[in-house]
């Protein structure tokens, strides 16, 4: 199935009306929309040998990412320059190698959404051209200082709560009220949602552009998109109880391409309705 065959054969009704951040489409249409998009990516993991492909993907992401930690970690231990900075120099040359492969690894799985055969060296044509490597640590950042603001803002709350809080309804109280603030920004954070997939499709856009571009084009979905990442959260929890076996073998793929699939069907839907209004 192509996701162009999406406006024949789904049952849920096009979206031809926004107010604010709001979708005029009934709340099981919604589920059964997400539903389609899971149902999507279950049929590319499943069809013409797929799964292997993306089973040596995910087990290469996973082994990189534990190989060039270790690697890092002793490097920098040879040196005894301290405890804190030889984590830090480990997590800054981590995620001098990761960033890149992992805006390769979703690159690869956008040739799948699109129909296309899938070439393993897309994952590391980052590495062969400086303007593609800087755009994927620009994209990375982009998101990195956002949730990093975010999390900071709750971190100082919770920390307030705890010196301040008095009585068990102010603790009460307090809580529930950080926890709404930590939902709302959440939801705010999805505006950056298709980010990294814009970023991919446009090359001749820059990081800002594409930032500006998915908030534009987020309008009535952020949250949709947030239901729809805590709808895997009972794969998560799966794959940390098998020790990420069922993390590399199904559901990281699950995960990256129903969010693709997602992302198309976002993207697609308001292309067209801008080419509408023009």
């Not at 995910?58 to 190989?67: D, G, L, P, Q, W």
Request: proline residues 2%; positive net charge; aromatic residues 20%.
């Amino acid at each position: 199935m192509h996701m162009d065959k999406l406006n024949e054969t789904r049952s849920f009704p096009l979206v031809d009306d926004m107010r604010g951040d709001t979708i005029i489409v009934a709340a099981p249409e919604r589920i059964r929309r997400r539903r389609y998009f899971k149902r999507e990516a279950r049929y590319i993991i499943f069809s013409g040998g797929n799964w292997y492909k993306l089973v040596f993907a995910s087990i290469f992401m996973m082994m990189t990412m534990v190989s060039v930690k270790y690697i890092c970690g002793s490097f920098f231990s040879v040196f005894n320059g301290g405890q804190n900075a030889e984590s830090y120099f480990t997590d800054i040359l981590y995620l001098a190698v990761i960033v890149p492969l992992l805006y390769g690894f979703y690159a690869y799985n956008i040739t799948l959404t699109d129909n296309e055969t899938p070439r393993f060296g897309v994952m590391f044509d980052v590495f062969g051209s400086l303007v593609l490597l800087v755009r994927a640590y620009k994209v990375f950042f982009t998101y990195l200082w956002r949730y990093f603001i975010w999390l900071a803002v709750i971190y100082g709350a919770l920390k307030a709560i705890d010196i301040y809080a008095g009585t068990v309804l102010i603790s009460t109280l307090s809580l529930a009220a950080a926890a709404v603030f930590i939902i709302i920004g959440l939801v705010f954070l999805q505006r950056y949602y298709l980010t990294l997939y814009v970023a991919i499709y446009n090359n001749n856009m820059t990081v800002h552009e594409a930032v500006k571009h998915s908030v534009s084009l987020m309008k009535g979905y952020k949250f949709d998109t947030l239901m729809f990442q805590f709808e895997f959260a009972l794969w998560f929890i799966i794959s940390y109880l098998t020790l990420g076996i069922a993390a590399v073998v199904y559901v990281i793929p699950y995960y990256v391409l129903a969010n693709l699939q997602f992302s198309k069907f976002i993207f697609n839907t308001n292309s067209k309705e801008n080419l509408t209004n023009e």
